[in-house]
């Protein structure tokens, strides 16, 4: 599958990897280059991969909290949550962004593998509820926005109010003419907004913020560095460290799960994984060779956790890496190592996230 800024991508000479089924921009030239960008100005990220499933009706609200984990009834009109779906047993089917655009209608956002299952799976939960789901994926294109000089981009083509625009609300808006959802939202860890624009529009939108973003350094920016400044970000990736295997729990993220609400799909499962035997940490190497996917944890010389993703941090200058361990290691401080293809390289426990900007950043 493609995206409608496919053809762009193609112009500026990218080179382009399958990614859950779509041919995606991995990097346009250096990965380093468009990683540094985000961080120190502005990069331009094609999202259209993702799934958009709107969910309306007077018990929208209701319907959303059966679904998923968190209390989606509470967010105000205009602000954003993020939550998961679990399985009946307590295991992650997605995280998820939903924002609540009016009382009586919501927009979830679901990863681009699991987009189908989200809106099958919203379509069932809403069986009895006075809502109705309806996946717009096919219909709207995802252009983000992220670094210091995002601001300065976005409210070069947009009179929005940017200043107003709190972390996790979104505003409708105009861009030149496009009507957009502008979300103040993003996965790198830097300021940013997401724009969700309709699929015909996206390539005029997408030039103007680049042509908008020339005098701040914008750059494009591909998958690659997308999951570098994620994985420095703390920020969890489904298929990594999010599955139908682990938990809220076990992802150091229970806090999105609300107990206090009626029943909803996972409840009693996740009762009953309130206390996981594993738990989700940050490892920091010391030298060059970073840990990887898939690599064995070890504590002396026995096998105790795998690693779930890793990197050599690009702002860091050192190896990173998140990896699923036995609670009873999980604190920071605590002394590992890894098997990297054959060699042990000693790696500590560290607290997530790796990195955070600064307030004036």
Known sequence: MRTALYSVHKGLGALFTDFAGWEMPVRYGSELAEHRAVRETAGLFDLSHMGEIEVTGAQAANALDHALVGRLSAV??????????CTPSGGVVDDLVVYRLEDEKYLVVANAGNAPTVAAELTARAQGFAAQVTDR????ALIAVQGPRAVDVVGAVTDADLAGL???????????????????????GEDGFELYVPAAEAPEVWHLL???GQPYGLVPAGLACRDTLRLEAGMPLYGNELSTERSPFEANL???????KPDFVGKAGLEGRREPSEVLVGLRGGGRR??????????????????TSGALSPTLGHPVAMAYVPVAL????????????????????????????????
Request: charged share 25%; hydrophobic share 35%; aromatic share 8%.
């Open 76 to 85: 105000k009109p205009g602000r954003a949550r993020y939550s998961m779906m």
């Open 137 to 140: 994926s096919a219909d709207v």
């Open 166 to 188: 709190k972390y996790y609300a979104s505003v409708p808006a105009t861009v030149k003419g496009h009507d957009v959802l502008l979300a103040r939202t993003g996965y790198t």
């Open 210 to 212: 680049a042509e908008a």
């Open 254 to 260: 229970g806090r999105v799960v609300k107990f206090d």
């Open 290 to 307: 970073a840990p990887r996917h898939g690599y064995r944890v070890l504590s002396g010389d026995e096998p105790v956790g795998e690693v």
């Open 330 to 361: 999980s604190g920071p401080g605590t002394g590992l190592s890894v098997d990297i293809r054959g060699r042990v390289e000693p790696v500590e426990v560290v607290a997530l996230p790796f990195y955070q900007r600064t307030a004036t950043s």
